[in-house]
C-alpha cells in the first residue's frame, strides 16, 4: 500500500504539490476545502484489513484513477469496486477494508472533506 500526501490535516499543501500542476489545477478549480489529499496505489494480492478512520467529522471520497478490476473495498456491510473516473465517498468512520485479486495495480486520488452535518463551529483540523 503506497501513498503520496499531497496536503496534510494539520499541515496544509505539502511540497509535493509542484509535481502534480495539473492535479492541482482541478482540485482548487472545484472549490472544495479538502482537509487531506493523497494519492493512493495498491498491487494485485493488496489486503487492507478492516479499520476505521478516527471519527465521523470527515467523509472520504476516492477518485478512481487506475483499475482494470480485482479491486474491492468493503463499508460495512457493502462491497463496492472502482471504476475509473468515478468517485466513490463513504464515512470513513465506518469499517472498512480493501482487498484487490486483479492482476494490474488500482491507483485512487483520496480526498477527505468535512462531514456536510457538521457545524463550521467544530470543524477543526485536528
Known sequence: WTELRL??????????TEFFPK???????????????????IQP???IRMHTGPSNERLRIHLCLIHTGGARIRVGN????WEEGKAI???DSWEHEVIHTGKDLRA????DI?????PESQRKVH
Not at 485512487?108 to 480526498?111: A, S, T
Open 7 to 16: 496536503k496534510s490535516s494539520g499541515y496544509g499543501f505539502l511540497k509535493n
Open 23 to 41: 492535479t492541482m489545477k482541478h482540485i482548487r478549480e472545484c472549490g472544495q476545502d479538502f482537509t487531506s489529499i493523497k494519492f493512493s496505489a
Open 45 to 47: 494480492g493488496t489486503h
Open 78 to 81: 457493502d462491497w463496492h469496486t
Open 89 to 91: 465517498i463513504f464515512d
Open 108 to 111: 485512487v486520488l483520496i480526498m
Open 114 to 118: 468535512w462531514h456536510p452535518e457538521l
